[in-house]
Nanobody, 120 residues
Framework: QVQLVESGGGLVQAGGSLRLSCVAS????????MGWYRQAPGNERELVAA???????DYADSVKGRFTISRDNAKKTVYLQMNSLKPEDTAVYYC??????????????WGQGTQVTVSS
């Protein structure tokens, strides 16, 4: 069984910063791509940023230049540094990871989500 647990969400004023973390645990052989998604009320879940096991990253246009995704493979952790936050960044943020386990092979796992609220 693989679990992804996010932390770091909260309430922040516009222009502020937050750092999200997501730790993977369980009988993990390796982790391929990891990413952050977000879902605001009434909207579909959308990709925010993704990072490969080699460190190559990609971002949604709306967050380029403000958000930075990174990972620590030894700690099985992915981070999302969010700067210059805007009210429209308000959403539940979810991490996901493509995880290879000893029993199930490669599968996609999701965290439970962490709320980010940006006040104007």
């Amino acid at each position: 069984q693989v679990q992804l647990v996010e932390s770091g969400g909260g309430l922040v004023q516009a222009g502020g910063s937050l750092r999200l973390s997501c730790v993977a645990s369980g009988r993990i052989f390796s982790i391929d791509d990891m990413g952050w998604y977000r879902q605001a009320p009434g909207n579909e879940r959308e990709l925010v940023a993704a990072i490969t096991s080699g460190g190559r990253s990609d971002y949604a246009d709306s967050v380029k230049g403000r958000f930075t995704i990174s990972r620590d493979n030894a700690k099985k952790t992915v981070y999302l540094q969010m700067n210059s936050l805007k009210p429209e960044d308000t959403a539940v943020y979810y991490c996901n990871a493509e995880v290879r386990t000893f029993t199930r092979g490669l599968a996609l796992y999701w965290g439970q989500g962490t709320q980010v609220t940006v006040s104007s």
